[in-house]
T-cell receptor, first 113, second 113 residues
Framework: DTGVSQNPRHKITKRGQNVTFRCDPI?????LYWYRQTLGQGPEFLTYFQNEAQLEKSRLLSDRFSAERPKGSFSTLEIQRTEQGDSAMYLC???????????FGNGTRLTVT | KQEVTQIPAALSVPEGENLVLNCSFT??????LQWFRQDPGKGLTSLLLIQSSQREQTSGRLNASLDKSSGRSTLYIAASQPGDSATYLC????????????FGKGTLLTVNP
């Protein structure tokens, strides 16, 4: 169990650029979540995958956000045409079942200038 | 829509004190509830998970209780230590086809030596 791995740890980008983050969950964890967290707030749900199927997506998520989990292993989160309001910590989590605790990665901190 | 509230937002105690953190949720039809710890700039670490059919869970100096009917959970920390200083978050799984966990904003705990 090497834990949930997220890359990069930090990303600074200019407004209007596209960015992509990667999450490698714990092997054999079929459930994968993306959350976003800003300072002083709890994590806000973005999307959920069960294996390769995206089963839930936040209604608050604009069309600029897209996530994939090909082959049900690693996942990517892409933000197109970034805005300053996208600056946040993006967290990935995985678990083997609904009755098991979530394991979080250390996140990717995005700064949009 | 499930909403989760944590009180107090911040708490400062001297080392050795026993303390209670509170979490309330608006929809009592939950699947489970989890308590997490978050250190600055890091991801979340799961502390305890309580299924909807359970009343409490214990791990070392931590005890979490759940009262579904009143929409409340408490996290009890015994004999607090400076290393317990962190933000504590609770999260609710509302069950069914709603897969996301809804988080509170957290309680920032400082344990002074």
């Amino acid at each position: 169990d090497t834990g949930v791995s997220q890359n990069p740890r930090h990303k600074i980008t200019k407004r209007g650029q596209n960015v992509t983050f990667r999450c490698d969950p714990i092997s054999e964890h079929n459930r994968l979540y993306w959350y976003r967290q800003t300072l002083g707030q709890g994590p806000e749900f973005l999307t959920y995958f069960q294996n390769e199927a995206q089963l839930e997506k936040s209604r608050l998520l604009s069309d600029r956000f897209s996530a994939e989990r090909p082959k049900g292993s690693f996942s990517t989160l892409e933000i197109q045409r970034t805005e300053q309001g996208d600056s946040a910590m993006y967290l990935c989590a995985s678990s083997p079942s609904r009755d098991s605790p979530l394991h979080f990665g250390n996140g990717t901190r995005l700064t949009v200038t | 829509k499930q909403e989760v509230t944590q009180i107090p937002a911040a708490l400062s105690v001297p080392e050795g004190e026993n303390l209670v953190l509170n979490c309330s949720f608006t929809d009592s039809a939950i699947y489970n509830l989890q308590w997490f710890r978050q250190d600055p700039g890091k991801g979340l670490t799961s502390l305890l998970l309580i299924q909807s059919s359970q009343r409490e869970q214990t791990s070392g100096r931590l005890n979490a209780s759940l009262d579904k009917s009143s929409g409340r959970s408490t996290l009890y920390i015994a004999a607090s230590q400076p290393g317990d200083s962190a933000t504590y978050l609770c999260a609710v799984d509302s069950g069914g086809s709603n897969y996301k966990l809804t988080f509170g904003k957290g309680t920032l705990l400082t344990v002074n030596p």
